[in-house]
């Protein structure tokens, strides 16, 4: 991180007497021992207690906090409920953390067109919880959906198991009200489907909290299907199961669900949760189908079919609620699962084309054995999103440093292969150093040029997703070799 | 009329533009000219950037270069029982345009469907592009796998942007499977009011409804799309589900097809000024209520087609009234000249969308003057 500033350390009870003032009563922290609940966000392995903590509970105390901040040249670090697995919500030393926790009413819900009006600090279940009696729910469901906020939801774009037939974040909310660094408050879409102009909401979402600040979102809510079932599938290796899952998808089935286990994430969980997964299986695959029971029954018969086509050695179908749930409790312990067999574990998150698996696999055996740490593989093997858990003791000197660079290696060639660095958790601060593998400086260069048109000061939420700061005015310049530039009062970035 | 020959052309032909303040229009196959004012840019074809760079099915990802059309690119995709489920397609009927949709020109002007309530728009299905900016640079965004939040989500700003930002060379999209069975189920003889109530049960039923559409008829569509067993057991369902609101009757392809290509692209409807108004489904019946011209529904009611021979903008402003929006899809040039083609937004908005104009397009290669905005 950029090292802190000392002139701003040095009024920090001026700033924090100023917040006071636009946030009265306890909505200023600066005691030690409070800040220390902030220091880190789901990425555990960084800690930094921010400069102080600010937690403003209108639209209107957040434009005049950051507006205050813009004018004094004070950095600020958004964060929802602090779950962020990349470090987007990291504090620095010398910025304000703004806090969006106070935010938390469900302001409308509307059954007939289809949506929700909530504030940022709703948690992604509470939305959920708030339409299902009325059967609807909110598609999106990251595992940390019971805490994340929808606040952090929209600035990482998260997705969760049932993005592949449901979307990410991006593709569920229809509209947001954004403060800006300058104070400005703007909204950007509504309640009706492609507003005109820029699709601005578009580049917010998932933006990690670089461009401004959510201070109320609108998602869609959708009916909740009709029912659920779930089938596992046991396949001697990974390559067998990767191709049952090409096979599925290329029959034009698009499952609810379509999650892949190897052997060494399949033991830890059965060992964990006692669910009966197969343990004499190269791969586990559980694929889930929602909808109409006709539709169900019909899509898990054509996927054990398919299944065995592709070699599957184990096909058991869910027969009632409780046992797909069981199917399910395997992998969604599965992170836990790995903690308990190594003292630290470090979850990756790229994304590769998926007909590259077999070759992915077998080279992150290969650094596994180069770098002497073991690794257990969950995989959303839909949508190629591949969640690699290095396994470590942080306590052994030097293995933080070498999971990470084992943890680098696979998301190079994730990249290497046609895939990305992340599929879901976010660049933040743990990826920011790898863009440039899969960017090239005129591709990174365009996107700040973009963070310049909503925050040009680069106080926002700086030290993240970009390796390298550029200034502002520096990426602005233009090499124009004789004529007049048009437009000679806009800022150019 | 510039016709570089590939993209290295295209970004030599940006970056003098550029230097010299010239402005470009940039154009796919020209199906969608005469939305907007006229405007005397150079217009720069795109029609060299054309084929199909990667298809993969089993991936869902195809990469093609922005000239390809439309329909090579639905009839490739059908080919593998495909299709880009945004449903994009081309104005040129409706425009009186001789010339045909591309696929770079769908997604540039964010066009979608019918399935658009269900299944998103353009900016759902863009994965990735490469493109010559304003500063006549090559730059790459997103990428070619279908999950990835890596970076700035630059596909969403790039679609719909109207060639605003860049010029697209290469873009990467989503493709789904095609259902195997569609049947469309209606009712007949409704009000636009007792339609949205409809329409709004179906979309908000566990029948998986995939698109809803309301014509001046009184004739209300519901599409069930899917495998077999499902569309059947769903054409069963849905009746008892609208058994308040009337007797749902199949209909046949003869009868269907063109009542969807009705509410999808304004066919037929009569009127030398059409607009387009995008708003929360509930207030389109207040958005018909004493309108005189002709009209359709789609979208659950979220998008009202209206025409006429009125030619102010008294549909905008009863759209922004009712919290909605009004495109100018259809106009004769004087009306064209007058309004602009998109509703206005705030103040803060307009100048935050042209400082991120300005962060592509910094000399304003591409500010034309045709939307007026």
Known sequence: MPAPDQSVLARRDEIAAALRAIVPGEGVITAEHELRPYESDGLTAYRQPPMLVVLPETTAQVSRVLAWCQANGVKVVPRGSGTSLSGGALPLADAVLLGMGKFKRVIEVNYEDRFAVVQPGVTNLAVTQAVEARGFYYAPDPSSQIACSIGGNVAENSGGVHCLKYGLTTNNVLGVELVLMDGEVVRLGGTHLDPAGLDLLGVVVGSEGLLGVVTEVTVRILPRPETARAVLLGFPDPELAGACVAQVIAEGIIPAG??????????????????????????????????????????????????????????????????????????????????????????????????????????????????????????????????????????????????????NDILRLCVEVGGVLTGEHGVGVEKRDLMPAMFAEADLRQQQRVKCAFDPDLLLNPGKVFPTLHRCAELGRMHVHHGEVRFPELPRF | MLTPRDRHDLAEIIGAAAGKGETLELAGGGSKTAIGASREATRVSLAALAGVVDYDPAELVLTVRPATPLAEVQQLVAGQGQMLAFEPWDHAPLLGADAHAT????????????????????????????????????????????????????????????????????????????????????????????????????LGSNAEVSAAAHLQSGLTLFRLAGFEPSVVARARHLPAILADHGNLRPLDAEESAPAWHQAMTAAGLSGPVLWRVHLQPAKMPHMLAGWAGEWACDWGGGLVWLATDVQDDAVRQRAAELGGEATLIRAGDDIRARVPTFQPRTPGVMALESRVRRAFDPAGVFETARFQD
């Open chain 1, 258 to 407: 379509m999650e892949m286990m190897d052997k060494p994430a399949i033991h830890a969980a059965e060992a964990f949760v006692k669910v009966g997964y197969p343990l004499d299986v190269g791969a586990l695959l559980i694929v889930e189908v929602d909808g109409p029971s006709a539709e169900c029954d019909h899509l898990i018969e054509e996927v054990a079919r398919i299944a065995n086509e592709n070699g599957a050695v184990t096909a058991r179908v869910s027969r009632d609620e409780p046992e797909r749930l069981a199917f399910w409790a395997g992998r969604k312990a599965a992170f836990p699962a790995v903690g308990r067999i190594s003292p630290d574990y470090y979850c990756m998150d790229g994304t590769i084309p998926r007909r590259r698996l077999p070759e992915v696999l077998q080279r992150m055996e290969e650094l596994s054995q180069s770098y002497g740490l073991g690794v257990a593989n969950v995989f959303h093997a839909g949508d190629g999103n591949l969640h690699p858990l290095i396994l470590y003791d942080a306590n052994v000197p030097g293995e933080l440093h070498k999971a990470e660079e084992f943890g």
């Open chain 2, 103 to 202: 696929i770079g020109g769908v997604v540039a002007a964010g066009v979608a469907g019918s399935r658009r309530v269900t299944a998103g728009s353009a900016r759902d299905h863009l994965l990735g592009f490469t493109a010559i900016s304003g500063r006549g640079e090559s730059f790459v965004a997103g990428a070619k796998v279908v999950k990835n939040v890596t970076g700035y989500d630059l596909p969403k700003l790039m679609a719909g942007s109207w060639g605003r930002l860049g010029a697209m060379v290469e873009l990467t999209l989503k493709v789904l499977p095609r259902p195997r069975t569609e049947l469309t189920l209606a009712l007949d003889g409704l009000s636009p009011a007792a339609a949205h109530a409809a329409m709004a049960r179906a």
